[in-house]
């Protein structure tokens, strides 16, 4: 689950970590509100959509797809350059490498105080699971993208690994605080705020923690200058604020009826809808399907106990995807019941009118008796004995391996 960075510099101040004042808008007159208040002759306008390289993006009109403004982020030196850029951010859709063509909608602006910048540098806090940890990624090259400086010059990147049972240590604080070539007041005001950090990373159940830039003031005081925060949504019944937070126009509608529904779905890129139960098996389904030259449209995963209603909402959100040519079912039945998913198959291709090729393969409790209901009916089920066939079958009736 991703926030917005004004929610996230919300949570930062609120655990002590230093940073500029300003104020969430969603409105031209809010913004130029803000710029009154602040009372700061330099403000960055800056557009909030759950994506990164907001600063190098570009803004276009959302019916005719005309360019509006280079950048959604950007510096104002007056009151009318903040109605100016308020105007031609809010409303329009905002591309960046990071949404791909389609953009979103701006429908947020923060207007912050300026800062006099004396250095950026780049700050993460994310889960490492390799070595169920929390890895601290720190670099003296802030403001930019941190693949390019991983690419390029990865020297420049330090990391620390930290023990969750032991939290982190002074040591450990000191030796990226010396990496970064920070001291003084610098090294006291970065140590303080990583502190503050960590302790909201672990209590605040955080995926990850970015912050680029993290700057250096004239005065040498360490401030976030932004806040890319996104949550493991595995401990959300520990946090009941969540709810007023998660901001449902940056979700696609159908992932968030899969949640209503008690499904894991999540849009991809590809053309073959997957219907699998378990997430082990979904992720190992995608796979497959990629090993024999197709590309998978979705994750969805329908869990262990999805009745035959479940069944066929899935099939529905799967065939709402204008691009999906095909699709592939792929149950093992542990507690599942390989009758009843064909029973909802039957029930969901009728309902829908299904046109595209589908392929099932069944396995596990009453696969028998799921292979002759299939059998019985007079739709065009394409059955599979195991996931390879059934991955080539399908990638095969899409034309996929022509």
């Known amino acids: 689950m991703n926030i917005h960075e004004y929610q996230g510099k919300a949570m930062l101040r609120e655990f002590g970590v230093p940073v500029l004042e300003g104020q969430h808008c969603t409105s031209v007159e809010q913004a130029l509100a803000a710029y009154d208040n602040l009372n700061s002759k330099v403000v960055a306008v800056k557009s909030q959509i759950h994506a990164g390289g907001r600063g190098k993006g570009t803004l276009y009109h959302p019916q005719t797809r005309e360019e509006v403004m280079q950048g959604g982020v950007k510096i104002a030196f007056s009151r009318d350059e903040v109605e100016t850029y308020s105007t031609n951010i809010l409303g329009n859709v905002l591309v960046t490498i990071q949404t791909g063509d389609e953009g979103k909608v701006v429908k947020n602006l923060y207007v912050e105080s300026g800062c006099d910048i004396a250095h950026e540098y780049y700050l993460a806090l994310l889960v490492d699971r390799d070595n169920k940890s929390v890895l601290i990624m720190a670099s003296t090259e802030g403001g930019m993208d941190i693949e390019h400086v991983a690419e390029h010059t990865p020297e420049k990147i330090h990391k620390v690994i930290i023990d969750v049972n032991a939290g982190l240590l002074g040591f450990q604080k000191r030796d990226l605080c010396l990496a970064l070539g920070l001291s003084g007041m610098s090294l006291r005001s970065f140590g303080k705020s990583l502190t503050a950090m960590y302790e909201m990373f672990v209590s605040q159940d955080c995926a990850m923690v970015e912050i680029n830039p993290l700057v250096k003031s004239k005065s040498d005081e360490i401030i976030a200058l932004d806040a890319k925060i996104s949550f ?167 034309g996929g391996d022509e």
Not at 259 to 264: N, Q, V
Not at 355 to 373: C, W
Request: charge should be negative.
């Open 232 to 398: 493991d949504e595995n401990a959300e019944f520990r946090h009941k604020n969540w709810d007023q937070l998660r901001d449902l126009s940056e979700e696609e509608d159908v992932e968030i009826r899969a949640k209503e529904t008690g499904l894991s779905y999540v849009k991809l890129d590809g053309n073959i809808g997957c219907l699998v139960n378990g997430a082990g098996l979904a992720m190992a389904t995608m796979d497959v399907i990629k090993l024999y030259g197709g590309e998978p449209a979705n994750f969805l995963d329908v869990g262990g106990g999805a009745d035959e209603e479940q069944v066929k909402t899935a099939f529905s959100m799967i065939m709402e995807d204008p691009n999906v040519k095909g699709i592939l079912v792929n149950i093992f039945g542990g507690i599942m019941r390989c009758d009843i998913i064909a029973r909802g198959v039957i029930a969901a291709t009728e309902a829908l009118s299904l046109e595209v090729p589908l392929v099932v393969r069944l396995a596990g409790t009453n696969v028998e008796q799921g292979k002759k209901i299939l059998a019985a009916s007079d739709l065009n089920i394409h059955p599979a004995n195991d996931l390879a066939e059934g991955a080539q079958k399908i990638v095969s009736l899409i």
